[in-house]
C-alpha cells in the first residue's frame, strides 16, 4: 500500500521555515470591534503571558502558534518545563482551550500546573489564512482537507515547538478532528511519532459511521450538490456578523440558551454544562471555518465508511496524488504512541460505537474512560470538565513525565 503522504520519490520530515515573530493578523474589518479579537489579548487579561509566532509548512501556509510559556505564580521556577501542545476540532481555533474562566479553561489550568502550553491553529480557520504565494481568494488555497493538515500542519508546528523550546518531545491534545490529524500524522510520519511523548484523544474522531449529527446528513449530499450549495472555496468562516451576533445578540439574557443552542446545532445538547455566561465569547470566535474540500472529505467518510485520504474524484487525479488510482487507508494500528482516550456518552460526532471500534485499533491504549452525559463540545467548555477531565489530563501527563 502506497503511504498516503508520498508522492514517489518518499517523504521528508524537514524543520519548518521560520517567519518574523510576532502578533497574528487581525481578521476582523478595521471598523468592526473586536472583543478579544486576538488569543493573546484574552489569555494577557487572566495574567499569564503570551506568545505568538508564525510557522510556515512545507507546501507554503503560515500557521499562528499562540503560547503560554508558563503560568501566573510559577514563572521564576528554574529548567525547562514540559511542553504541551493543544490542537482544536473542526471548524474551531485555538481559543477553544482559553475562552472559559482561567479556572476552567485547559490551556490556562496546565500554564498554572507547571506545563509550557503551545496552542496550534489549522490552516483555513481565522488565525491561518496566509500562504507564500497564495491568497484567500484562490480557488488554489483552499485546496485542502484534513489529510494536508496532518501531512503538513502538524509537523510544521511541533518541529517549531521543539526547536523554540529545546525540548525532545511534546505532550499532544486534540480534540475532534486534532485527533483525526494526530492519527493519521502519528501513523503515517514514524518521525514525527517518535517527538510525541503521549497522545490525549478528547472525543477522537476516526470513523463515523454511527455519527447522528445533522453533519452526518450533510454528508450523505452528492458532492456536486454541497459545492453548488457552498462554492469550492471555505466554509464558514467568521464573519462581521458572526462577530456582532456574538457582542450584541449573545449578551442579552433571554437569547442565551438560543445562541447556545446553535453552537450545539453539529455536535450534540448538554446544556446544563455550559456557562450561560460565556456564550457571547463562543459565538465570538466560532466558527472558525475551513475549506470546502475538507469538508467534502468528511462527507466522503460518512458514505464510504473507511479511514481514508481524500478521494480527487478520477483514478487519474487520485494516480497522481497517491500513485495509485483510489485513495489509500490509514490504519491506526501503526501509531505506537502511548494513547489516553475520553469519550462521552451522548456525543453526536464521536459515537460510543465509533469509539469502542476505535478503541480496539490502538496499539498502545494507556487509559480511556467515557463519560456517559457529556457530548461533543463538554471537553473544552464544560462547567465540571476541569474535575472530571483537566485535572486526569496532567496526573497523567507528570505519571509519564
Same mark, same amino acid.
Given at each position: 500500500m502506497t503511504n498516503a503522504f508520498l508522492k514517489p520519490g518518499g517523504h521528508s520530515l524537514s524543520a519548518p521555515l521560520l517567519v518574523n515573530v510576532g502578533d497574528c493578523f487581525r481578521f476582523c474589518s478595521p471598523n468592526f470591534h473586536c472583543p478579544f479579537s486576538l488569543q493573546s489579548e484574552i489569555i494577557s487579561?487572566?495574567? &499569564? +503571558?503570551?506568545?505568538? *509566532?508564525?510557522?510556515?509548512?512545507?507546501?507554503? *501556509?503560515?500557521? !499562528?502558534?499562540?503560547?503560554? $510559556? #508558563?503560568?501566573?505564580?510559577? #514563572?521564576?521556577?528554574?529548567? +525547562?518545563?514540559?511542553? %504541551?501542545?493543544?490542537? =482544536?476540532?473542526?471548524?474551531?481555533?485555538?481559543?477553544?482551550?482559553?475562552?472559559?474562566?482561567a479556572n476552567s479553561s485547559l490551556g490556562f489550568i496546565l500554564a498554572d500546573a507547571g506545563f509550557d502550553v503551545w496552542m496550534g491553529n489549522s490552516r483555513g480557520n481565522t488565525w491561518s489564512r496566509k500562504h507564500k504565494t497564495l491568497s484567500v481568494s484562490q480557488d488554489e488555497f483552499w485546496a485542502f482537507s484534513y489529510d494536508e493538515m496532518a501531512k503538513y500542519d502538524l509537523p510544521a508546528s511541533i518541529n517549531f515547538i521543539l526547536n523554540k523550546t529545546g525540548q525532545e518531545q511534546v505532550y499532544y491534545v486534540g480534540h475532534s478532528q486534532g485527533t483525526t490529524i494526530g492519527f493519521i500524522a502519528f501513523s503515517q510520519i514514524p518521525e514525527l511519532a517518535k517527538r510525541i511523548k503521549m497522545f490525549f484523544?478528547? @472525543?477522537? %474522531?476516526?470513523?463515523?459511521? &454511527?455519527?447522528?449529527? +445533522?453533519? @452526518?446528513?450533510?454528508?450523505?449530499? $452528492?458532492?456536486?450538490?454541497?459545492?453548488?450549495?457552498?462554492?469550492?472555496?471555505?466554509?464558514? +468562516?467568521?464573519?462581521? &456578523?458572526?462577530?456582532?451576533?456574538?457582542? #450584541?445578540? !449573545?449578551? #442579552? %439574557?433571554?437569547?442565551?440558551?438560543? !445562541?447556545?443552542?446553535? !453552537?450545539f446545532l453539529l455536535c450534540g445538547f448538554n446544556e446544563r454544562n455550559l456557562?450561560?455566561?460565556? %456564550?457571547?465569547? *463562543?459565538?465570538? =470566535?466560532?466558527p472558525a471555518g475551513t475549506s470546502v474540500q475538507n469538508m467534502l472529505h468528511w462527507s466522503q467518510a460518512v458514505k464510504?465508511?473507511?479511514?481514508?485520504? &481524500?478521494d480527487w474524484g478520477s483514478s487519474a487525479k487520485n494516480y497522481f496524488h497517491y500513485n495509485q488510482s483510489y485513495p489509500p487507508t490509514y490504519n491506526v494500528k501503526d501509531m505506537l504512541v502511548p494513547t489516553a482516550v475520553w469519550s462521552g456518552g451522548h456525543d453526536w460526532l464521536a459515537d460510543v460505537y465509533d469509539i469502542n471500534i476505535l478503541l480496539t485499533q490502538i496499539t498502545n491504549l494507556v487509559f480511556h474512560e467515557s463519560i456517559p452525559e457529556w457530548e461533543h463540545l463538554d471537553f473544552i467548555w464544560g462547567l465540571d470538565a476541569p474535575w472530571r477531565l483537566y485535572n486526569k489530563i496532567i496526573n497523567l501527563m507528570r505519571k509519564y513525565q
Open positions: 487579561y487572566w495574567g &499569564f +503571558p503570551s506568545e505568538e *509566532y508564525l510557522v510556515e509548512t512545507e507546501d507554503g *501556509y503560515i500557521l !499562528c502558534l499562540n503560547r503560554i $510559556p #508558563h503560568g501566573r505564580k510559577n #514563572h521564576s521556577d528554574k529548567g +525547562p518545563k514540559p511542553v %504541551v501542545f493543544l490542537q =482544536h476540532g473542526l471548524l474551531a481555533d485555538s481559543s477553544n482551550w482559553v475562552t472559559n474562566l484523544a478528547l @472525543a477522537p %474522531v476516526v470513523s463515523v459511521d &454511527f455519527c447522528t449529527s +445533522p453533519m @452526518a446528513k450533510l454528508g450523505r449530499l $452528492p458532492d456536486l450538490l454541497i459545492k453548488d450549495l457552498f462554492g469550492d472555496k471555505e466554509f464558514l +468562516p467568521q464573519s462581521a &456578523f458572526l462577530k456582532w451576533l456574538g457582542t #450584541h445578540v !449573545c449578551t #442579552h %439574557v433571554i437569547l442565551k440558551e438560543l !445562541c447556545g443552542n446553535l !453552537c456557562n450561560m455566561s460565556r %456564550v457571547d465569547v *463562543y459565538t465570538t =470566535h466560532s464510504f465508511q473507511k479511514f481514508q485520504a &481524500f
